[in-house]
């Protein structure tokens, strides 16, 4: 059995990088930026008025209140005409140039319009340099102003159409094929039956893996027959990532590590020290990445957030491919009786200056409706065996942590 951290430096170690593509700007959310980018202009590009108002020469106005002349106005997209000299203003708009001579942008609520705005009365100070943007003061041209690695956000997507970029050089998306397995499981559409139990974990992976950047094709559901799977395995293995799930543990029926390793994908873990999921198993045939996640749902769910989504955004580039893991302090005990290192459902809100992570109660690794609850993972070591309400552990953060 391997450690969890082990299991995901072998995972990383072996995950290919992917090639780039170009994506149309709109296209580019949730990608990973496969190059630097560069502005080809500066920002602001010229010096800019933040403000409505009036721009002016800051030493006019020792004494208050001032009246100045107003010789001219300038709006956003236009370039000022004449410059403001001594006991001179020129009106100017939000996001205009600041005419050469102004030294300072007075605001508009702060002066008075006189003679049907040929002068204008200023009634309070500015200094050099107020509600004026400098040209480059944000970024020089020719600055990188996203780094390689960089996921694309909306903030992100920002900075990508301010300088221009209309194509996006992202890495290609990972394609992902999704066997499930379990003569129990029927679809979505059935009513279960005796014995029978519908397949969420496929439809759980294919979400989680579409959320990491990759494109996923379903392989449907497979019978728990050596020789079916063999099949339905073979047609996965041209994927970047393979991944099947249930027929992974010790039952009489778990075909998929044999009829893996008869197809000759070479076996890097079959076992991690993890709860819930320890039997996961992670080869690879080529360049192709295989998981056999474990049947039971939030086991799938908890091995998919620790190890294939961080393979998912490896391959992609990205710079950081963990959930981030925060220290909070439990409302609750938790327990963990597995000698493993243990990951429990909890919800985690900021309460009182610090973040509160409230357990879920969790019915174990079936328990679908706790796990949907979590925004988090409270994480024990294996000779953890319990943590006291008040005391602190790490907490792996899915998702929006803090929205709700
Ligand atoms: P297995 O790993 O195949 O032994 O499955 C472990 C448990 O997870 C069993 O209770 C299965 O019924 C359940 N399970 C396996 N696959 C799925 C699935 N696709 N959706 C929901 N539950 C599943
Ligand atoms: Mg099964």
New binding site residues.
Partial sequence: MISVDDALSMVLANAPRLPSEDVALADALGRVLASDVASDVAMPPFDRSAMDGYALRAEDLSALPTVLHVVGQVRAGEVPRGTVGPGQAIQIMTGAPVPAGATAVQQVEKTRGLDGGRRVEIVAPVEAGANIAPCGSEVREGDVVLAQGTVVTPAVTAVLAAVGAARVTVSRRPRVKVL???D??VEVTEKPVAGQ?R????YAVMAHARLAGAEVESLGVGPDEAERIAVAVEGGLDADVFLV?????E?LY?FVEPVLLRLGVELLFTKVAIKPGAPLVFGRRGRALVFGL????VSAQVTFELFVRPALLRMQGATAVSRPTVEVEIAARVKNRSGRRAHSPASVKWEAGRLLAHPLRSLGS?DIVAHAKANALLVMEADRLHAEAGERLPAVLLGDVLSS
Avoid at 245 to 249: C, D, E, L
Avoid at 294 to 297: L, V
């Fill in positions: 499930v397995t379990g129990e499981l139990i397949n969420s974990n496929g799930s249930g027929g992974v543990s039952g778990d474990p049947g039971n749902p079936a």
